[in-house]
């Protein structure tokens, strides 16, 4: 799964309708393969290759070993897994195309107001200067952790090591990872967690962590489709997600505890 597209992703971008479960791996085609993946990760100069689909999935997202009550199987309709809602999709915002005068003054405005509306909704974060919190980028020291617009400008940027580690223009840098993401749905949940999507969401998708699945996953509730016998709730799969946590290692922990402390429950995804 890591290194293949789903399904649905191929026929989303040939503007195709979707048929068959949502689950389903795409094996003729893929932005993401392992070669994808492996070139996010050496990725130095404003040159370098980058996809939105080998970005998410060059990041880790937390593992649970150990635990008793893990299933994964399919049918051929059919993905039974375990896993856990994480959070309400609450807002979204689409990534503007930036312009070509002062694209990084267009994605900073962009950046601010995601920041912005994520800082009302994360009581215990105090929102600080703009120009703080990119100063506070440019230092050398490894420890101090990362601001929140620093964070958000990075995915945005598709940057796993920083801007300044990346060769090249910096606005350069912009416009061409721009070109990658413009359109794509930035999502903000209702505890403030924020997120790049590869494919179109709506409020009210589920932000959820499955077990064995190597991003975080957007699956949409089903209601009314299968008849009223069915006692399981059903879900379909509609886009891979990155969140901002997975890009520092602090909240990478914080991500880990908090799922841990979440109820497992097997999902029937169609």
């Known amino acids: 799964m890591r290194y293949y597209n789903f399904l649905f992703e191929t026929a989303w971008r040939k503007q195709e309708e979707s048929h068959g479960p949502s689950w389903v791996l795409d094996l003729a085609c893929s932005d993401i393969s392992i070669g994808d993946v492996i070139r996010v990760a050496k990725a130095r100069k404003v040159s370098d290759p980058v996809t939105l689909g080998a970005f998410i999935n060059s990041f880790e997202i937390p593992t649970l070993e150990g635990r008793p009550d893990t299933i994964c ?3 051929p309709r059919t993905l039974f897994c375990t896993g856990c809602y994480i959070d309400e999709i609450y807002r ?16 900073t405005k962009f950046v601010a107001l995601i920041r912005t509306e994520v800082e009302q ?17 440019d230092s050398d020291d490894e420890d101090r952790p990362k601001s929140l617009f620093v964070v958000l400008f990075l995915m945005l940027t598709l940057c796993r090591d920083g801007l300044f580690n990346v060769g090249g223009d910096f606005e350069n840098l912009v416009k061409s990872r721009n070109s990658i993401v413009a359109g794509k749905p930035v999502i903000i949940t209702r505890s403030g967690l924020v997120g790049i999507c590869a494919t179109p969401v709506l409020p009210g998708d589920y932000l959820c962590w499955v077990n064995t699945a190597p991003s975080y996953l ?11 016998l069915d006692a399981v709730k059903k879900h ?9 946590e997975s890009l520092t290692d602090k909240s990478m922990i914080g991500m880990t505890e908090k799922i841990e402390s979440l109820p497992m429950r097997h999902f029937q995804i169609v």
């Open 121 to 137: 909704l994360r009581v215990n974060l105090v929102a600080s200067d703009i120009q703080d919190s990119m100063e506070e980028s």
């Open 73 to 75: 199987f399919a049918t």
């Open 92 to 107: 979204i915002h689409e990534v503007p195309s930036v312009g070509n005068d002062d694209p990084g003054r267009d994605l």
């Open 236 to 244: 379909r799969i509609v886009s891979r997600v990155l969140l901002s």
């Open 218 to 228: 957007i699956l949409r509730l089903i209601e009314g489709r299968y008849g009223d």
